[in-house]
């Protein structure tokens, strides 16, 4: 038996980036923050995620730096070749989400001239 299922909450370390395809397919990368607490030390593991159609148009448009995120995915191994040398990293794709802050809570997590610039979504308004 295989399975590849990844399930994690963070939040995002950037503004998520995004780009379209040849064919005209929407993709958003972006990274998420997973923080854990052991005792009084606190455990930070940096996520690398990458979303496809119409997940990635409403990331892009509805998620920036700090929001919270819930990303139900797999594991993906991308794979390159810089200066002659074979590298890779696992990264996660997005097979589903959540928005975990409602639009008022990632208001007032952002500062004043994001806010203002950022359109906000109830969930009526997402495409999805």
């Known amino acids: 038996m295989n399975l590849n299922k990844v399930l994690i909450a963070g939040r995002l370390t950037k503004d998520p980036e995004t780009r379209n ?14 923080n854990r607490k052991i005792s009084d030390k606190e455990i930070v593991v940096f996520v690398d995620v990458t979303a496809f159609g119409k997940p990635a148009e409403a990331i892009a448009q509805y998620l920036r730096k700090g929001d919270r995120i819930l990303v139900d995915g797999r594991l993906e191994q991308e794979t390159w070749e810089k200066d002659g040398q074979k590298r ?16 008022k809570d990632r208001e007032q997590t952002q500062a004043p001239a994001k806010a203002s610039s950022k359109k906000q979504a109830d969930n009526d308004d997402i495409p999805f």
């Not at 064919?23 to 923050?33: D, K, P, T, Y």
């Open 88 to 103: 890779s990293k696992m990264k996660i794709v997005v097979d589903r989400f959540e928005f975990v802050d409602s639009p």
């Open 21 to 34: 395809t040849q064919g005209g397919l929407s993709v958003c990368n972006f990274a998420i923050a997973n």
